[in-house]
């Protein structure tokens, strides 16, 4: 699987972003679909993930209730709208794709076996 993250850029607080993945592969529906971002010096951090089409999401506390991710298997994307943004969420965020992890798992980096380039989101005040 290949995937390709878009949609980041500058925006204010307050405002929204809505990040895409595209992915190849004709399996993209058996894949679970996350979303993590990272600043420089620090770890990649988990933000959401999502098994299937409709099913239930999971999503980190820094961003529930203010991001949503879903997918659309029929054109192999993935999304993760982003309301409310706040300067704290400044990062680069990747879209990544891994087969068969548990739902204990779905917030560990070491899970996924597949991942996009990132897209910079920067939010200022």
Not at 59 to 67: A, L, N, T
Not at 71 to 95: G, I
Request: hydrophobic share 35%; glycine share 12%.
């Amino acid at each position: 699987v290949q995937l390709q993250a878009s949609g980041g850029g500058p925006v204010q607080a307050g405002g929204s972003l809505r990040l895409s993945c595209a992915a190849s592969g004709r399996t993209f529906s058996n894949y679970v679909m996350g979303w993590f971002r990272q600043i420089p010096g620090k770890e990649r951090e988990f933000v959401a993930a999502l098994k299937r089409a409709g099913g239930y999401p999971s999503y980190s506390d820094p961003v529930k209730g203010r991001f949503t991710i879903s997918r659309d298997n029929a054109k192999n994307m993935a999304f993760l709208q982003m309301n409310s943004l706040k300067p704290e969420d400044t990062a680069v965020y990747y879209c990544a794709a891994g087969y068969g992890i548990i739902t204990s798992n779905l917030g560990s980096n070491s899970a996924y076996a597949y991942w996009g380039q990132g897209t910079q989101v920067t939010v200022s005040s």
